[in-house]
Nanobody
Framework: EVQLQASGGGLVQTGGSLRLSCAAS????????IGWFRQAPGKEREGILC????????YCADSVKGRFTASSDKAKNTVYLQINSLKPEDTAVYYC???????????????????????WGKGTQVTVSS
């Protein structure tokens, strides 16, 4: 059974940091890129925040670059999202999702929008207090 388990969310103050984890199981970790998305209360899901490809290369959207960093630990089949300088507007449910490596290269819109991800995990709540 494919599982993507996001964890590490919580309540933090403005300016704080969090490291979210996404533990993957049930599929070959090296065959997929794993990305992070978020959905704020009352809003639609945003496009990609950051994504880590199977070869370790990462991409983060310009809107979060500099504050968000993605990384992976292949030994643990886990992808991380480090979020620094948290702002109240970062309050959202954060989701991780996986896209097959071939689609990662052939259809970048699939992961940039999130509409073409192959697997989704349940989210983890991040709340930033002002």
């Amino acid at each position: 059974e494919v599982q993507l388990q996001a964890s590490g969310g919580g309540l933090v103050q403005t300016g704080g940091s969090l490291r979210l984890s996404c533990a993957a199981s049930g599929f070959t970790f090296d065959d997929f890129a794993i990305g992070w998305f978020r959905q704020a209360p009352g809003k639609e899901r945003e496009g990609i925040l950051c994504i880590v490809n199977a070869d370790g290369t990462t991409y983060c959207a310009d809107s979060v670059k500099g504050r968000f960093t993605a990384s992976s630990d292949k030994a643990k089949n886990t992808v991380y999202l480090q979020i620094n300088s948290l702002k109240p507007e970062d309050t959202a449910v954060y989701y991780c999702a996986a896209v097959y490596w071939a689609k990662y290269y052939s259809s970048p819109d699939a992961w940039r929008t999130g509409n073409g991800m192959d697997f989704w995990g349940k989210g983890t709540q991040v709340t930033v207090s002002s």
